[in-house]
């Protein structure tokens, strides 16, 4: 199975915060076990490694890198294509700029599930939603 990861799983998974670190890290293993593949876009590496760059926080900012390198299936760019999905979801389903490419990204890519840890998104139809755990 093919499962795009929100931003917001990648940063638990690699900052540990005390409520989701594990929660993330749980879920991703049991990915791994069950053999499914994971995607993330352009958006993701944007999203996660913006913070430890405005930090100069060279230790996190490498963890990211070499996960984007090494755990990921594949990263989606942000294409015209993906980006006119984006429009026809955000104007359609009112979500956010990016959570539209998120979700159009995931689409575009094949993806049957969206990890996230927002509950707004469970709406969406065009595939599978599943909250955090």
């Given amino acids: 199975m093919l499962v795009y990861l929100d931003s917001n799983i990648v940063i638990y998974l690699i900052e540990q915060p005390a409520q989701f670190g594990l929660r993330a890290s749980a879920r991703?293993?049991?990915?791994?076990?069950?053999?499914?593949?994971?995607?993330?876009?352009?958006?993701?590496r944007l999203e996660c490694r913006v913070a430890a760059i405005a930090a100069s926080d060279q230790v996190t900012l490498a963890q990211y890198d070499t996960f984007f390198g090494h755990a990921v299936e594949r990263v989606i760019p942000l294409t015209s294509t993906v980006v006119d999905r984006a429009t026809m979801i955000r104007g359609k389903h009112r979500f956010t700029t990016p959570d539209a490419l998120h979700l159009a990204a995931a689409v575009e890519a094949g993806c049957q599930v969206f990890l996230t840890n927002d509950a707004r998104l469970s709406g969406f139809p065009d595939l599978t939603v599943e909250a955090l755990p």
């Fill in 28 to 44: 991703i293993a049991s990915l791994a076990a069950a053999g499914d593949r994971v995607v993330v876009s352009d958006l993701t």
